[in-house]
C-alpha cells in the first residue's frame, strides 16, 4: 500500500539557519507533491506543489525539492525566523483515480531566537 | 476572499451519541473534502465531492459516519453513534483544481 513517511516529528533549529525537512514514500510514484504548514487550532495552508518532472521549486524563502529515484522530497526554509515555527506536512497525489491526497504525520519545527 | 467556514468549533459528547458538523466552502470551489486528523497525525480523506457527486469515500466509515452535499455547496457531516476513537479534528477543505486544497479550520470533537 501507499506509504509517506516524515521522517522527524520534531526539529530545532537556530534563528537565521536552514531548516531542511524530509518526506519520503514507497510503493508507488505520484504525479505531484505539496507541502502545507498547519499552526495549532487551524488547517493547513498549501505553501508549494511540486511535480513528478520537476526537480527543484522555489517561492521565497522555501526551496522544495523531488528526487523520484530516491522517492524523497525535501523542503528547506533559509535565513529561518521564529515565525516559521510551526508543523509542516507533506501530501502526496497518486495521479490515478480521485483527487486523493495521502498526508506524511508533519515534522514540527522549532526556530530558537 | 472568504476562506472554508466551518462550525461548531469545539463538540464535546458521550460515547454513542450522534454530532454533526457543517462546512461552507470558498464560492466558486466545485470539490470539497471532509478530513479526520487525530492527534499527531496527518489528515485522512473521508471523503471527497465534486459538486453534489461523491468522488472518493472509500475510507469513510459508513456504518457511522455520513456525509451529504446537497445543491453543491454547504456540506454536513454526521456521526451517528460515536466511539471514544472518534475524537479527533475534523477539517473540511475545498479545491477550485485538482492540486491546491483550502482548509478551513477544523471542529474538534472529544467523545467522553
Known amino acids: 500500500s501507499q506509504k509517506i513517511e516524515q521522517n522527524s516529528e520534531a526539529l530545532n533549529i537556530q534563528e537565521g539557519k536552514t531548516a531542511t525537512l524530509t518526506c519520503n514514500y514507497t510503493?508507488?510514484?505520484?504525479?505531484?507533491l505539496q507541502w502545507y504548514r498547519q499552526d495549532p487550532g487551524r488547517g493547513p495552508v498549501f505553501l508549494l506543489l511540486i511535480r513528478e518532472n520537476e526537480k527543484e521549486k522555489r517561492k521565497e524563502r522555501l526551496k522544495v525539492t523531488f528526487d523520484t529515484t530516491l522517492k524523497q522530497s525535501l523542503f528547506h526554509i533559509t535565513a529561518s525566523q521564529p515565525a516559521d515555527s510551526a508543523t509542516y506536512l507533506c501530501?502526496?497525489?497518486?495521479?490515478?483515480?480521485?483527487?486523493?491526497?495521502?498526508f506524511g504525520k508533519g515534522t514540527k519545527l522549532s526556530v530558537i531566537p | 476572499e472568504a476562506g472554508v467556514a466551518q462550525s461548531p468549533r469545539y463538540k464535546i459528547i458521550e460515547k454513542r451519541q450522534s454530532v454533526a458538523f457543517w462546512c461552507n466552502p470558498i464560492?466558486?470551489?466545485?470539490?470539497l473534502y471532509w478530513y479526520q486528523q487525530i492527534l499527531g497525525q496527518g489528515p485522512k480523506l473521508l471523503i471527497q465531492?465534486?459538486?453534489?457527486?461523491?468522488?472518493?469515500d472509500s475510507q469513510l466509515p459508513k456504518d457511522r459516519f455520513s456525509a451529504e452535499r446537497l445543491k453543491g455547496v454547504d456540506s454536513t457531516l454526521k456521526i451517528q453513534p460515536a466511539k471514544l476513537e472518534d475524537s479527533a479534528v475534523y477539517l473540511c477543505?475545498?479545491?477550485?483544481?485538482?492540486?491546491?486544497?483550502?482548509f478551513g479550520p477544523g471542529t474538534r470533537l472529544t467523545v467522553l
Open positions: 465531492f465534486q459538486n453534489n457527486g461523491v468522488v472518493d
Open positions: 464560492s466558486g470551489h466545485a470539490t
Open positions: 477543505a475545498s479545491s477550485f483544481t485538482s492540486t491546491e486544497q483550502f
Open positions: 510503493n508507488y510514484s505520484p504525479a505531484y
Open positions: 501530501a502526496t497525489y497518486s495521479g490515478a483515480g480521485s483527487y486523493q491526497l495521502t
